[in-house]
């Protein structure tokens, strides 16, 4: 049967986000369509290293229709479980899903709705959701064009562990999730690692018997809204706490690291004079990640006694090593190597629609547009911490259904005309002067 060239809605991306919101769009009987350019689980199958593992327990995988069934609610999935999660999800309620159709370019139409350009031709949509995810385009800084040619690089997108890389000492940028993870996945396997380390924050895997996750969904952490926060920017751009689901889930302690042979500097900040050179932030950035995550027991402290709950009591962290003082640098000549775990630039100039910040953010409100019939969905902190992620985006897609079920826009026309021509370029120096999304 030929493809309909109209839709209801057409929901841009296969992942996560656009299979949830498919599940209730099908569960209200709403005419869509999911368009993926590529495969669903495409992220997590070609994104992530050999060794990924989710840092949020397998509980908290709780798409709509389908949580976590398997024998290990407190365990973390590694990638290709994540994959086959996906995958199975997709099977288990045969959304109206279209692989390898890219979406080239969407606006909106003088009637009403949307045009789409694909790479499997032109439609058209009342309401159009965008499900394209918050990481697209890996951020590298520009000074990387200047290391030289006997030192390979590679984004932590492009990872896939120790023996991808060529022999020799390698320098991990980056302390978020990935970048923390990469670099101990190098040291694990026995490689000189050079970390250099921002100011990220971490948080432990477990405190008083159960793992810190399963507390802060008590506490209500997970159920927090955006809007509940003074200043939403620093929250929703904020980079997330490291730890890390490996070997059944524990902390990531870069001090103890380095007291094994890693070797840690301080944030990158150049390279000057042909050597890459370091901020003397060491100290302040490793004693910050460990206030966060000692803050954050004080927390569950502080709730254990609110509530009179029995939990068992335990010391708390002593930094066992302390870095020396003052910058450094590093003359790449000695590095087979840089991963950069810099994070991603968001990218929607196929989207030509009168919604996005100075920064070429999506402005929205729970994933609602200004602009009737656009939404997006899958955004970290879209409307709470789980938003960008398992655990929060069925909220999300339950809300943006009921919003949709409520449209009354104006049907878009079937025949699409448009002057043909490139997508606006909005960003002219995308690469620094578009914030990087942290990596969740
Ligand atoms: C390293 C890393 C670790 C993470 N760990 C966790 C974790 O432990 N727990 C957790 O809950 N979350 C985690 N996340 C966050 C989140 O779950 C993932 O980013 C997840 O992939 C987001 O799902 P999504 O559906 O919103 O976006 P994506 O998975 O990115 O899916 C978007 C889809 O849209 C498609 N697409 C994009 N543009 C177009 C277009 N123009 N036309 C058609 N299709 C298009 C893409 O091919 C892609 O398949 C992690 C993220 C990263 C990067």
């Known amino acids: 049967m030929p493809e309909s060239l109209h839709h209801q809605v057409v929901v841009v991306g296969g992942g996560q986000a656009g299979l949830s919101m498919s599940w209730y769009l099908c569960e209200r009987g709403i005419d869509h369509t999911v368009l993926e350019r590529h495969r669903v689980g495409y992220e997590w199958r070609e994104r992530r290293w050999d060794t990924f593992c989710l840092v949020t327990p397998n509980w908290q995988c709780r798409l709509p229709g389908f949580p976590y069934a398997g024998t290990d ?17 997709a099977r288990s309620f045969g959304p109206p899903l279209r692989e390898g159709v890219e ?9 009403g709705g949307f045009g789409l350009a694909t790479t499997a031709g032109r439609l058209t949509a009342d309401q ?22 006997t030192v390979d690089q590679l984004h932590s997108s492009a990872y896939r562990g120790p023996r991808q890389l060529r022999d020799g000492a390698v320098l991990v940028v980056g302390t978020g999730q990935s970048g923390c993870q990469i670099a101990e996945d190098l040291h694990l ?27 802060l969904d008590e506490m209500g952490y997970y159920d927090k809204a955006i809007d509940e926060f003074d200043d939403a920017d620093a929250v929703r751009f904020r980079v997330n706490h490291y730890v890390t689901g490996r070997d059944g889930g524990r902390d990531i302690d870069l001090r103890a690291l380095a007291r094994d042979g890693m070797r840690l500097h301080g944030r990158l900040t150049g390279l000057g004079d042909g050597r890459l050179t370091f901020a003397g ?38 930094p066992g090593w302390q870095p020396p003082d003052g910058d450094s640098e590093l003359d ?9 775990c810099t994070g991603f630039y968001r990218d929607h100039r196929w989207l030509e629609a009168p919604v996005f910040d100075g920064r070429g953010y999506p402005t929205h409100v729970r994933g609602v547009t200004a602009f009737p ?25 339950a809300y943006l259904a009921g919003r949709i079920a409520r449209h009354d826009g104006h049907r878009a026309v079937e025949e699409v005309r448009w002057i043909a021509g490139s997508p606006r370029d909005t960003y002219p120096d995308r690469e620094w002067f578009v914030p990087r999304t942290a990596v969740s």
């Open 332 to 340: 790449p000549a000695g590095l087979s190597t840089v991963v950069w």
């Open 128 to 149: 159009l959701v965008i499900a394209t995810g918050p990481y697209h385009s890996p951020a590298v800084p520009r000074f990387a064009a200047g290391l030289p040619s």
């Open 373 to 397: 019939g656009l939404y997006f969905l899958g955004l970290p902190w879209q409307h709470t911490w789980g938003s960008g992620r398992f655990s929060g985006v069925a909220r999300d897609a």
């Open 281 to 318: 932030d060491l100290r302040h950035n490793l004693d910050h990640a460990d206030a966060v995550a000692e803050g954050i027991k004080d927390a569950i402290d502080g709730y254990v006694v609110a509530h009179g709950i029995d939990a068992p009591t335990e010391p708390r962290y002593v």
């Open 189 to 215: 396997a026995g490689r000189e690692v050079h970390l250099a380390v921002g100011g990220a924050p971490r948080v432990s895997r477990r405190y008083r018997g159960r793992d810190v996750v399963a507390w």
């Open 103 to 111: 979406v080239t370019r969407a606006r909106p139409l003088p009637a």
């Open 73 to 89: 609610p407190d365990g973390f999935m590694g990638r290709d479980e994540v994959v086959s999660y996906l995958e199975r999800y």
